[in-house]
């Protein structure tokens, strides 16, 4: 299949380019920098010049290949999420439309919401306000009365391994500068998280056979308490763990005050995937983030 991918010089894209290259894929490379192409021309990915607001070009990406995973995100600026989620829809708008019946959607999405029932794919994250990554969803399903197979694969708040510069290498640098690692509260709401490469096994899983309609999770921890996280970070730095006040971590805190746990169990049963990677807190302890 020759598939467009967007992100993939990113985290979790560098980590899907070379699944999908396993499975015999041809892969067409949104590039939006020098930098960014000559990462996807090492990878043996054919580049594509644009990035998400250059929706000519994504039209243009999608429209010559048999599918489009959609990796990439605007996180230039984290807390704006809305414009963010904004820029997010319209990207696969413009992708979706320029995909003929037959052809494959991957879309990606999150599975945070604000209750703490553990949310399985059967669910909605949360009833979308435009700053979550929930509201991609119906557009990218949209496409099925055009006969497209779309899919989401829903990501954790937490996707960890080498390279990771989002939510955890955040949590160290403030226990660094603060000399405590924080948590919330009694620290006992829950955040999912995967390996980086699980994430990628599920992507291709998604692209290949995933009937169209369907929400796969890309959940290896389905609920670690962030008094853990916090700990574990706390034993590494060596500073003294405890309880904080939620803008001990600016606009981050937000989001880890969060009980968010998530359930794979439905994407085990229907397609057999499993996470076989660290989790979570064994890569905090074994891995690269304290090296």
């Known amino acids: 299949m020759r598939v467009f991918i967007t992100g993939a010089s990113g985290f979790v894209g560098s980590a899907v380019v070379p699944e ?6 041809q892969l067409l490379g949104l590039a939006r920098s020098d930098a960014a192409a000559a990462k996807l021309e090492a990878l043996g990915v054919e580049v594509h010049p644009g990035d998400l607001t250059d929706l000519d070009s994504l039209r243009r990406g999608a429209a010559g290949c048999d599918g489009v995973v959609h990796c990439a995100f605007a996180h230039e600026d984290f807390a704006d999420r809305a414009n963010n989620c904004r820029k997010d829809r319209e990207a696969i708008d413009a992708m979706g439309h320029a995909l003929a019946a037959g052809k494959a959607l991957v879309i990606t999405a ?3 919401r604000f209750t703490p029932a553990v949310l399985t794919e059967e669910e909605l994250p949360t009833m979308a306000t435009g700053g979550d990554r929930a509201g ?3 557009v990218a399903f949209s496409f099925g009365d055009r006969g497209v197979r779309a899919a ?6 937490s996707v960890h391994g080498d390279g990771d510069h989002a939510f955890l290498p955040m949590l160290i640098d403030i226990a660094r500068k603060t000399g405590v690692s924080g948590y919330i509260g009694d620290g006992a709401n829950r955040w999912p998280a995967v390996h980086r490469l699980d994430a990628a096994r599920l992507f291709r899983i998604a692209l290949e056979r995933a ?25 590494k730095l060596g500073v003294p763990t405890r309880s904080v006040a939620k803008d ?4 981050l805190g937000g989001f880890f005050a969060l009980d968010t746990p998530a359930s794979a169990a439905l994407t085990h049963e229907r397609f057999g995937w499993k996470p076989v990677e660290r989790g979570l807190l064994d890569d905090l302890e074994h891995g690269s983030y304290f090296a």
């Not at 989401?152 to 708040?157: E, I, Q």
């Not at 929400?215 to 921890?221: K, P």
């Not at 001990?248 to 606009?251: C, T």
């Open 152 to 157: 989401s694969v829903r990501l954790p708040p």
């Open 110 to 112: 999150g599975s945070a």
């Open 211 to 235: 009937p169209a309609g369907t929400r796969l999770h890309a959940i290896g921890d389905e609920g670690i308490p962030t008094r853990d996280i916090a700990a574990a970070i706390g034993r």
């Open 248 to 251: 001990h971590f600016g606009w």
């Open 20 to 25: 999908l290259q396993r499975g015999g894929h």
């Open 136 to 138: 991609a969803e119906p």
